[in-house]
């Protein structure tokens, strides 16, 4: 077993993980080891203490445990060892898989997608976030195990504490009913959503990227506000508009937005569409990535596959690579050949900005004003094509 870490400090809930990962196929060893790091900062967020993991390569998986019953013996001493109380795979599991592998392992198992889920859950703040994110949680329990099985796992366990808690309701109402109902309620967020967007009177920017990118640390530097930032992984759910002044009483507004990740479920994504939809109807995307970041492709591609998922993969781009301040004089020139449209900045430092500014006004005419309310104003933005094309 190798050794995470275990630091009882970190974890606020109290609850030891052990770290299961089958390696499946031809694997790429070093996305599968960053992928196994994500998911240790994913329990991490959750307030789960890691006691260790258990990794295994099959060229197939097996259909009762996805893992061997060889490595399933290892899994169960190390889990002893470590005095973990639940197990978390990095691969997506069948109801099938759960259920036997709770039984066989006497503890509790959950999938990556559950641990985002119940993350999305914990740090969910406003109502609509609450909204997508139990009915995310839903009908990804409906979808999986029988209805009473469902709310008997809603009922306990790490990241239950969000929005989604509340067993007796849970108990007297069934879940399909409640899916329907907080689906009427999204439709009616969306709906105003929607009107008030179309009453914006300056073009729309959005930040998006992988999670941990720098994408509220860039928000704040160049509109010189406070959004939380933390060294967490989903640090935001809630997205923030603010003004963003370009200078000769020109404005755009800058809003931020729910970071990606690899193998983001895709629940969440319907669910989160309202709030992932504000990309889709931007003027321009900054594409925040974390310049320092070992896995950088791997991200960029995430991101660029989640942008055609969310239908903003034909807004126009710039691509902003923060974090410049953590590099190499070396690592900078390769990024620099590679990338010779990005932009590079360090949103922590304050570098780099003016340049951004100048590439979202260049890219962002001004917006005529709309005749009547509720109007949408005519968007030359959308026409025209962008100096600092990338990616
Ligand atoms: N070294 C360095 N760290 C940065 C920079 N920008 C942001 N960070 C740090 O990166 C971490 C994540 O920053 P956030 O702004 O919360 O990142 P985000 O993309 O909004 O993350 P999510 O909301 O979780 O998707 C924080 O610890 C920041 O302080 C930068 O330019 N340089
Ligand atoms: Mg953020």
Redesign the pocket.
């Known amino acids: 077993m190798k050794q995470l870490w275990t630091t009882e400090e970190s974890a606020s809930s109290g609850e030891r993980a052990l770290l299961a990962q089958v390696a499946l196929g031809r694997f790429d060893p070093a996305e599968a080891e960053d992928s196994l790091a994500e998911l240790e900062r994913l329990a991490n967020t959750a307030g789960v203490a890691v006691a260790g993991s258990v990794t295994q390569r099959r060229m197939k998986p097996t259909a009762g445990f996805l893992i061997g019953t060889g490595k399933l013996a290892d899994l169960q001493l190390a889990c002893r060892q470590g005095q973990a109380n639940v197990v978390i795979f990095d691969n997506e599991l069948n109801a099938i898989q759960v259920n036997n592998l709770d039984r066989a392992l006497g503890i509790r198992v959950i999938d990556r997608t559950e641990l985002i889920l119940q993350i999305f859950a914990r740090r969910a703040r406003s109502a609509e976030a609450q909204i997508q994110v139990e009915l995310a949680q839903r009908q990804y329990l409906v979808s999986r195990i029988p209805v009473s099985e469902a709310q008997q796992r809603f009922q306990g366990g790490i990241g239950m504490r969000g929005p989604g808690e509340s067993p007796l309701r849970l108990r007297n109402e069934p879940m399909r009913r409640r899916i329907r109902e907080l689906k009427r309620k999204l439709e009616r967020v969306q709906a105003r959503r929607q009107r008030t967007r179309m009453r914006r009177p300056w073009p729309l920017v959005s930040l998006v990227?992988y999670?941990?990118?720098?994408?509220?640390?860039?928000l704040n530097a160049l509109t010189d506000s406070a959004a939380y930032?933390?060294?967490?992984?989903?640090?935001?759910l809630d997205t923030k508009t603010r003004r963003l002044d370009l200078g000769g009483g020109h404005a755009a507004l800058l809003t931020?937005t729910?970071?990606f990740i690899r193998r983001l479920p895709h629940g969440l994504v319907a669910s989160f569409r309202s709030t992932l939809d504000v990309a889709a109807e931007s003027e321009l995307l900054l594409i925040?990535a974390d310049a320092g970041h070992a896995r950088l492709n791997d991200h960029l591609r995430v991101v660029h596959n989640t942008l055609r998922e969310i239908g903003a993969d034909r807004v126009k781009r710039l691509l902003v690579f923060?974090?410049?301040?953590?590099l190499s004089p070396d690592r900078r020139d390769t990024i620099r050949q590679r990338w010779p449209d990005a932009l590079l900045?360090?949103?922590?430092?304050g570098t780099g900005l003016d340049e951004i500014r100048r590439a979202i006004a260049g890219a962002c005419p001004p917006v005529v004003a709309p005749r009547r309310s509720g109007e949408a104003a005519p968007n030359p933005a959308s026409q025209r094509s962008l100096p600092h094309a990338c990616v």
């Open positions: 990227g999670t941990n990118a720098g994408k509220s640390t860039l930032v933390d060294d967490l992984l989903f640090a935001t931020d729910v970071g925040v923060n974090k410049c301040d953590t900045a360090s949103a922590a430092r």
